[in-house]
């Protein structure tokens, strides 16, 4: 079986050399030369394996003025099926209107500051101002808003928990009281009907995105939204652009972001990875949670294997989604000659992994080499503590 498994690799990797991988038909180009390990597979792939691949760009982008959105669902993504993501551009002073979802809302920020509001269980408020990597947590039914700050506004990534979310099925503020008989909000405000009218001229669908002023100092909105009963004690907001790295070699770190140093931040787990040219995020599997991926800057490529003798390669790139279903093992390779900087996402309160270097070099050595053929002196040279980037 072996000695048949080696050939049927010379053959396809000689056939990638001779005319039988040509293709002198109509080709996506631009497609083509983001996707090398599409077009043109390692020898080592195999079989029929569902999509991991997705991407922002090829996303519709809902434009509006004071900014925009895009979203990657199961709708788009059927993999997916925990987790979908949506990005989104604000202005200065463009304003993601007072809303909640039906799903928890996980934030990355990708450029430039906002303002973000929140309301917690006791009704306390909660003002921050956020900037490049900063991450923000709004657990579900916790209504929030985002505005995007001078000097040019922000753009972000939010990640859901629920794969069927869409941005289309939010709780928008002005929406319901745009719905609400007059009389009956005026009751529920104990204000005259006639003080209302402002409500029942906005859009049938609500504001959703829309341009005001930038907002004056964080310090007057945060004692303006809480001098009734005082601000909230909860930390929806985390500084990750202040935190050390969690793990760290010559070529890459990462920092993992969890409950145990998010505490709001129960259903949603992260880790935020830095490859540098030339390194591995090593091969590993996680056993809690199917990982989804967005990548924020560089070029990386990635299989997944997916038992059964099936593996799959794909290339990734700035905006891109990838995902992996858990338990499935699996690596990601900086191929360009910038950093490769990537998040890890899971529907889960703790991140978890297992590598193969530990697996391997943490087992008894002579059950090892019975099933890997390799000699002890290899074995010894794996590294026996994961060092999450390699080399170390």
């Known amino acids: ?59 519709h982008r809902r434009i509006q003025e004071g900014g925009w ?22 202005t200065a002073g463009g304003i993601r209107e007072l809303h ?12 430039g500051n906002a303002r973000i509001t929140a309301i917690d269980n006791e009704g306390k408020s909660a003002v921050r101002d956020v900037t490049k990597d900063d991450l923000w947590f709004f657990p579900t039914g916790t209504p929030h808003s985002i505005q995007g700050l001078e000097p040019d506004g922000c753009e972000f990534l939010l990640v859901f928990d629920d794969g069927k979310f869409s941005e289309a099925n939010t709780t928008l503020i002005s929406d319901w009281t745009r719905h609400t008989p007059p009389e009956v909000l005026a009751k529920n405000w104990g204000v005259a009907e006639s003080a209302l009218e402002s ?7 609500g504001h959703y ?66 490859v540098k040219p030339g390194g591995l995020r090593e091969l590993h599997w996680h056993q809690n949670a199917d990982e989804w991926q967005y990548y924020v800057a560089g070029k990386g490529r990635m299989t997944v294997f997916f038992n059964g003798a099936k593996a799959r390669t794909a290339d990734f790139n700035a905006g891109d989604v990838g995902y992996v279903p858990k338990t499935l093992g699996h690596y990601v390779e900086n191929v360009g000659d ?5 998040l890890e996402m899971f529907k889960a309160d703790r991140f978890m992994d297992l590598s193969l270097s530990e697996w391997v070099s943490n087992t008894p050595p002579e059950l090892v080499i019975q099933h890997l053929g390799i000699s002890r002196e290899t074995l010894q040279a794996i590294p026996k ?7 170390q």
Do not use: C
């Open 209 to 274: 995105i829309f341009q005001a002023a930038v907002p004056g100092s964080l310090q007057d909105d945060i004692q303006a939204a809480s001098e009734s009963i005082g601000p909230s004690s909860v930390a929806f907001d985390f500084a990750m652009h202040k935190m050390p790295a969690s793990r760290k070699t010559q070529y890459g770190e990462v920092r993992i972001i969890d409950s145990r140093n998010f505490p709001v931040s129960t259903t949603i787990a992260a880790a935020h990875v830095i």
């Open 385 to 391: 503590k994961k060092p999450l980037i390699m080399p």
């Open 69 to 90: 959105s895009r979203q990657v669902t199961v709708e788009d993504f059927p993999i997916s099926k925990d987790i979908a993501g949506v990005n989104m551009r604000l």
């Open 100 to 111: 909640w979802h039906n799903a928890a809302e996980w934030a990355l920020m990708l450029s």
């Open 199 to 205: 409500i029942y001229k906005v859009p049938p669908d």
């Open 338 to 342: 910038s950093d490769l900087i990537f």
């Open 1 to 59: 079986m072996e000695a048949q498994g080696a050939q049927d690799i010379q053959k396809i990797e000689k056939a990638q050399h001779d005319k039988s991988a040509t293709d002198p038909g109509p080709e996506n180009q631009a497609l083509k030369d983001s996707n090398p390990n599409t077009f043109m597979p390692p020898s080592t792939d195999h079989g029929e394996v569902q999509t991991f691949w997705s991407s922002f760009s090829a996303a």
